[in-house]
């Protein structure tokens, strides 16, 4: 396969080689339309020596649950880029996916454990 | 692939708590206070265009803008994490709000007793959201210059909301606040609601 000679400044401008865009397909919304930055997901067993490092560096946070926004505070991805790697992943099944935070709307039995436990600190 | 396939856990959960107020109030202080980890900083990186310029001329000069959210989390149990997510500093980033308003337990709007006004835009967002808040007066110095009745009228706070002293720097004081929050979210549920399971 013949590769053509890169010229351009890109990597330097934007600190990395390949676009993100790239990265993620394309995508630019995730299938999940549940996803939320408090949406939380942890790792699941699967064949990731495919995968680009970006993803193996989600997984590897995900051992235990991590919400979307401490996925993007810890690897320093900003938070839309997350949103879509953690798609992509959900779709392949290594990651596994909590309730969605935005809905259904918090019930009086989860604002009241919340209660207690606020007390309790 | 369908949204079937993705693997999900329905008894894990995150429930969201909004820290609102103008730059300058206490939102990191009071994250930082209650959370069980340093307070944690994403960022979410914007072209010029989504912020909402006025007219695209010098479209070629697009730039960039981050906007950085500060949060933290507290485990209610070995299923519910909390997470109180600080609104960002500026107003113009209206649209980080919806997602952080969307679904919460409620909001705590800070104020700071000397610059009322930069609690306004909190407020009144939450109003017309109909998203429980309480407004948290911030004691930066420990004082209490005004009464309660005169913050009400300032704010025009409708007598549903709570007001609330509290000092962001004091995790207990920051627990009563966030205790207050879901109090008041609590008894703005409908009465007669039935557990859904």
């Not at chain 1, 401490?70 to 779709?91: F, M, Q, R, S």
């Not at chain 2, 930066?140 to 549903?160: C, M, N, Q, V, W």
């Not at chain 2, 509290?166 to 009563?176: I, L, P, T």
Request: charged share 20%; hydrophobic share 45%.
């Amino acid at each position: 396969m013949i590769r053509d000679t890169w010229y351009g400044d890109d990597e330097q401008e934007a600190g990395r080689f390949v676009p993100l865009y790239v990265l993620v397909n394309g995508r630019t919304r995730p299938q999940n339309a549940s996803l939320d930055l408090a949406t939380q997901v942890i790792a699941m067993p699967g064949d990731t020596r495919a995968l680009e490092p970006e993803y193996e560096a989600i997984l590897s946070r995900c051992w235990t649950w991590m919400s979307i926004a401490e996925i993007g505070a810890y690897l320093n991805y900003p938070l839309a880029l997350t949103k879509l790697l953690v798609d992509v992943l959900l779709e392949q099944r290594l990651l596994s996916v909590g309730s969605p935070a935005e809905e259904p709307s918090v019930d009086r039995a989860t604002l009241e454990t919340i209660l207690v436990r606020l007390e309790s600190l | 692939m369908n949204n079937e396939e993705v693997l999900v856990a329905v008894g894990r959960k995150s429930v969201k708590v909004v820290v609102a107020g103008g730059f300058g109030t206490g939102k990191t202080t009071l994250v930082g206070s209650v959370s069980e980890i340093p307070p944690l900083t994403t960022e979410e990186v914007l072209t010029q265009a989504s912020v909402g310029v006025d007219d695209l001329d010098g479209i070629e000069h697009k730039t960039t803008t981050t906007v950085a959210l500060d949060f933290g989390r507290i485990t209610i149990n070995a299923d519910i994490v909390l997470y109180i997510f600080g609104t960002p500093g500026q107003d113009r980033f209206w649209f980080m709000w919806d997602e952080l308003a969307q679904g919460a337990i409620g909001a705590i709007v800070l104020v700071d007793t000397r610059r009322l006004d930069t609690s306004f835009p909190a407020i009144d967002y939450f109003e017309r959201r109909q998203i429980p808040f309480v407004a948290a007066v911030n004691m930066f110095f420990g004082e209490r210059l005004y009464s309660e009745d005169e913050i009400r009228a300032a704010l025009k706070l409708s007598p549903a909301a709570p007001l609330v002293w509290f000092d962001a720097r004091d995790r207990g004081s920051s627990k009563q606040a966030l205790i207050s929050l879901v109090q008041h979210a609590i008894s703005q549920m409908p009465v007669s609601t039935r557990s859904s399971v």
